[in-house]
């Protein structure tokens, strides 16, 4: 393309512009907004509601400039009923549109984790095939700052539960853009698990993530970082602490496999077990309480697979502390999994 | 020699006959008289005649053990089922909760295909995956086992309609029982801020599994308890007052006007389900005093008999059509396989290529088509 506006520029003796799309960085709050601007375009079944989403720009801003562009009818202000616009979501989704429900925090999808569990991700299976719900559940979860217990709960073990929805857990930007858009496109429930501390964070957004087609599929993790000695399985912002943990101890000789789960349910066990059939050991890293958790699941799965007799070691999982979070910054830092409590669980594991 | 009758009847000669329904923030309700065909006469009693008798088979077909699990029927309520289907189009929408088998009907499908689902067949209208609570058709969402849960659900299908700029409404219909659910209020507050074309029925049969409406609602005016939302009660064991309800109802909502309520007064023979026998919390004298003087199938022959439209030998004849047709889907529902095993998997997601899906352990697993 160079090339070929510096040729015509030359016979006509004009100056093209044109800048390479590679380095941009974009946040993931923008990677949301744009991932949810070009579906909105793309296919006018598919709306958004919420609270604050419409006229506020997003209680996190993430729908920003959505309302002012699509209007009313395809961007809508709910009055505080959870369970009832969860319900009207659902509702439209069986009458043939493609809602996007946002959660100010999933911690209010309790009130309406019905509509989530009974109405949407049951009705395919009970319906024997006639009635598809294709819906999207969005918001952030887990831990924020400062926010305390009854506002940090993650519930990535709680909808990973249920069989007929689908759970996906975007970290970058990258993330965030290609897994909204597979999810508005995906004809099943779909729970997409945002974090309201990544919102703001900007990643490097490569040339294919620019594309209005820019998908990532559902159930396909991401090695982020190739390693030899031991793999670290996580989703969501704490993968960016195992990237951290593992450029720490990179240095003293030490290689970690990093792994981007992004999707929750259905888990890609495939890449998990091939990764732990090469490096021999595992580490499990999230947010959420560790009874019952993600890193409990993976390693159920790993015992009952190929990858269990290669292992040098019992897998071992980081999680957050199992106390309702905390208020006082103290407590809070230490009831989520730090980079140093990665790094020490790794070297555990390691026998180092 | 009956076919050759005039076509039309006059059926209620007066105001007299019927009194007007209870209105709530409305001027005007149904018109108290209107035209009953002998077309539309037989056809209604045909259909109510099919719903009583196929509650009645699956009654049998309970304690014979062959349908398990839950199983609520709706036999003395068929005015409402057939009354509200004859004041829509098929191209509106209608939900509600587990009483659905007659709705399950008058929404199109066939007394063979809920039977058979009730049996738990493949030849279930939904492959036997779903039974009594579950069952789907076009336009028709449902068969909802948890209380209340429907009714944002409705209100959202009316969202749709709105949305797509049809003119269709949405029926959403909830017991007494479920009136008192915080969903249904969250729902009418929406639907009515964003003038949602959605019907709420309140299919009132005076008790709540056990419970009396007297002793769990402190206002048992359902119809009222839209607050800003305009209701009327109509009597739901005359077939002609729940169309005419229903046909004004529906007009509102089409105008454009939001949302509307409507209380149907009506009463069901059996228990809450088959597993109540339904004389702990009523007397035989109240089921009996209904059955005699209220009875929808009844007043409905009276009427048709009365006016001429038909006699009684010609209904006894629709009577042994029924009884066939009842027959012979329960034969089928008894003799049909149950699904496959292979299919247990089957139905977790749509529009997915095939994976495979755990079973009671590890190495069980099926395969999942969508």
Redesign the interface.
């Known amino acids: 393309m160079a090339a070929v506006s510096g040729l015509v520029s030359g016979l006509l003796k004009r100056r093209f512009h044109w800048t390479a799309p590679a380095a941009l960085q974009v946040t993931v709050r923008d990677a949301i907004n744009q991932g949810m601007d070009e579906e909105l375009e793309r296919d006018e079944k598919v ?1 958004l509601l919420g609270e604050e989403v419409a006229q506020y720009d997003g209680a996190y801003k993430v729908s920003r400039g959505l309302w002012k562009k699509y209007g009313d ?1 395809r961007i ?1 202000d ?2 505080i ?1 959870e ?15 493609r809602p996007i429900c946002e959660f100010m925090t999933f911690n209010f999808s309790m009130q309406a984790i ?2 989530v569990i ?2 949407a991700a049951k ?10 719900v ?1 819906i999207v559940f969005r918001g952030p979860n887990g831990a924020s700052a400062g926010v305390a217990a009854q506002h940090s709960q993650c519930f990535a073990a709680w909808y990973g539960h249920c ?2 929805l ?1 759970v996906v857990s975007p970290w970058n930007s990258e993330d965030a853009k290609g897994l909204i858009k597979s999810a508005i496109r ?3 429930p779909v729970v997409v698990l945002e974090n309201e501390l990544m919102y703001g964070v900007p990643f490097e957004f490569p040339p294919e993530a620019q594309s209005k087609d820019f998908l990532i599929p559902i159930g396909k993790a991401k090695i982020e970082r190739q390693g030899t000695h031991i793999t670290v399985v996580s989703h969501s912002r704490p993968v960016g602490h195992c990237l951290e943990a593992a450029a720490v101890l990179s240095k003293e000789g030490v290689e970690c496999e990093v792994i981007n789960m992004r999707t929750i349910r ?1 888990m890609d066990m495939e890449t998990i077990e091939a990764s732990v059939m090469k490096t021999n050991h595992l580490v499990t890293v999230e947010g959420g309480w560790p009874q019952f958790g993600v890193g409990a699941e993976i390693c159920a799965r790993i015992m ?1 697979g190929p990858a269990f007799n290669f292992l040098d070691a019992p897998a071992v999982r980081v999680t957050g502390a199992d106390v309702p979070m905390p208020y006082a910054k103290i407590l809070e830092d230490n009831s989520i999994p730090q980079v140093k409590d990665i790094i020490f669980a790794i070297k555990k594991t390691l026998n180092i | 020699m009956r076919k050759m009758l005039a076509a039309v009847s006059r059926v209620l000669s007066g105001a007299s006959q019927k009194p007007k329904c209870d209105l709530h923030r409305l001027e005007e309700g149904p018109p108290v008289t209107t035209v009953l065909t002998r077309e539309d006469g037989l056809k209604y009693y045909r259909m109510m005649q099919t719903v009583r008798r196929m509650e009645l088979k699956a009654d049998q077909l309970y304690k014979q053990k062959i349908i398990r699990g839950f199983c609520h029927l709706c036999d003395g309520q068929e005015a409402c089922c057939v009354g509200l289907e004859a004041g829509i189009n098929p191209t509106d ?1 209608l ?1 509600t909760a587990y009483r659905a088998h007659g709705f399950t009907f008058t929404r199109g499908l066939s007394v063979r295909e809920i039977l058979a689902e009730l049996t738990g067949r493949k030849g ?7 039974g009594s609570m ?1 069952m ?1 058709a076009k336009n028709f ?2 068969g ?3 209380v209340g ?1 429907q ?11 709105k ?2 700029g049809k003119d269709e409404v ?1 029926l959403t219909l909830y017991g007494d029982g479920a009136a008192n659910q ?2 249904i209020f ?2 009418y ?2 639907a009515a ?2 003038k949602l074309p959605c019907i709420f029925i309140c299919e009132n049969n005076r008790y709540g599994m056990g419970t009396s409406v007297e002793r769990a609602a402190a206002s048992t005016d359902y119809y009222k308890r839209g607050d800003f939302i305009p209701g009327l009660r109509v009597d739901g064991m005359d077939i002609l007052c729940v169309r005419e309800a229903t046909r004004f109802a529906a007009a509102y909502c089409r105008s454009g006007k939001g949302p509307i309520l409507m209380e149907l007064q009506t009463y069901r023979y059996h228990g809450h389900s088959m597993s109540d026998p339904g004389v702990s919390y009523r007397t035989r004298e109240e089921i009996q005093e209904v059955r005699s003087k209220s009875d929808p199938i009844m007043l409905l022959k009276d009427r048709m008999v009365n006016s001429n439209l038909a006699s009684v030998e010609e209904l006894k004849e629709i009577d042994v059509e029924v009884r066939k047709e009842i027959e012979d889907a329960a034969q089928f529902a008894t003799a049909d396989p149950e699904p496959p095993l292979e299919e247990l998997g ?7 290529p095939p ?1 495979e ?1 755990r079973g009671a352990n ?1 190495w069980i697993k099926f395969k999942s088509v ?1």
């Open positions: 709306f009818k809508i709910t009055p009923s369970m009832g616009f969860a319900g009207i979501a659902v509702g439209a989704a069986m009458a043939g549109l019905d509509q009974n109405s009705t395919y299976y009970m319906s024997g095939g006639l009635q598809p294709p069989p007929g689908k995906d004809n099943n259905p009952e | 929408h939900i279930g209208c939904a492959k036997g995956k779903g579950h789907y969402y449902g909802n086992g948890i849960a009714v944002p659900l409705g209100a959202g299908i009316a969202l749709a309609c949305y797509n949405c915080g969903q969250e729902a507050n929406m801020l964003w089957y139905h977790i997601y749509s529009s997915d994976f899906v590890q969508s």
